[in-house]
């Protein structure tokens, strides 16, 4: 789901409004299912009610919610032995987390509780250990298969005894694509190759690929090589090659394409700042430069202004912020302050220490949950870090926080 503008997001209420229809329709309000069927919907309730048991509750909807008995965790573990699927607490995390959190909660230790409910059952943790019964024939036909059903072939992805199988036999994860006919070019993101591996890929690249944009070539291979020779350009001298890949000037956009164009990079999920815009995507920096003078101003006409730093705060602009985001339904809780106007969470902690601190002195409520021993804000007429070090303010923070638990 590519990422949306401010003004595209749904609201509190048309929220509740769209859980309210789903249950009456009689369709899933689970998340996962949501998350299927409505994407922007489960991301803008977690967004405005910080979980999905909250927006649920707030639509007066019943939470659903599953009691790991005793029983149910023993059916659970001997279901994964019958499976032979490994009953350590990683890979039990990494297939179940909220199996794992039950035994936790119920047991404390995972490996121990583990193994007490299968010695009581009559089996063993050797019963499962399946990593040493791979051979390589079986990790050959277990990559092929994975393959065949269009599973992820990564390391990080596949189960942790057939990683382990795969170096025990071929000596790394690698080396068992290759040994089961599997490309590792094709699958994996990042494949290791000497120097000059990297050399003879660009000249053969560069024979193949003669229309090859500099874009193209600087991917993970293109930053591999620049780690291995220090630049592109010196590890394309190196290799022999010259006056490839073409370098195509970028022509600017119009007025109304530089909107466009920043819209849309902010909706994919890049980078705004504007170092990263000028090293990625220079022309639109430059056309930012031409038609409106600086890059703040570019990206207050875009409606991305709260994005771009730098604006001077006093104390009382602050707290009119946070009394406008007050009227406005906003939440006050610090990381959704954060994300959405960092500029006002930095502001508030410069003059007042904290966020709740300013909250407190803009005369509003405090989120539910926060607490803390509350001290007169820092007078309206200039920053605390004007007069404090770093140290100092360090120093200050720490004893603030020391208080506020006690």
Known sequence: MARRLPDERMSRAEIIVAMQRRNRAGRSVRLADVRAEHPELAADAMQIFGSWTNALQAAGLPVARRAWSAGAIRA??????????????????????????????????????????????????????????????????????????????????????????????????????????????????????????????????????????????????????????????????????????????????????????????????????????????????????KYFGNWRAAMEAAGLGNLVWGRRWTAKQVLDALRVRHEQGGRFDSATVQLEDPRLFAAAGNYFLSLPRAIVAAGLPLPKGVRWRYEPPVASGSRRRMNRSSSDRTSRRRSLSRRARH
């Not at 990494?94 to 404390?108: E, H, N, S, T």
């Not at 072939?153 to 005894?161: G, H, I, K, V």
């Not at 070539?217 to 220090?230: H, K, M, P, Q």
Request: proline share 5%; aromatic share 6%.
């Open 76 to 289: 659970a573990i001997l279901d994964r032995h019958r499976q032979r699927r490994p009953l350590n607490a990683g890979a039990i995390q990494r297939d179940d987390p909220k199996l794992r959190a039950a035994i936790a909660k119920r047991y404390g230790a995972v490996n121990a509780a583990v193994s007490k409910i299968l010695a009581q059952a009559g089996l063993g943790m050797r019963d499962v250990a399946v990593t040493a019964a791979l051979s390589k024939t079986s990790v050959v036909r277990l990559l092929r298969l994975r393959r065949e059903n269009g599973l992820s072939l990564r390391s990080t992805r596949a189960p942790s005894y057939l990683v382990l199988a795969a170096r025990r036999n071929f000596g790394s994860w690698q080396a068992a694509l290759q040994g089961a006919g599997i490309n590792p070019e094709d699958v994996l993101p990042n494949v290791r190759r000497t120097d000059d591996e990297l050399l003879e890929i660009l000249r053969r690249w560069s024979r193949e690929r003669p229309n090859f944009t500099i874009k193209q070539l600087d991917s993970r291979f293109g930053r591999r090589a620049i780690r291995a020779f220090g630049s592109l350009s010196q590890a394309l001298a190196k290799a022999g090659v010259h006056d490839w890949p073409p370098r195509k000037r970028q022509p600017l956009p119009s007025r109304d394409e530089l909107l466009v164009a920043l819209r849309e990079r902010y909706r994919r999920g890049a980078s705004m700042r504007q170092l990263e815009v000028q090293r990625q995507q220079s022309y639109l920096f430059k056309g930012a430069l």
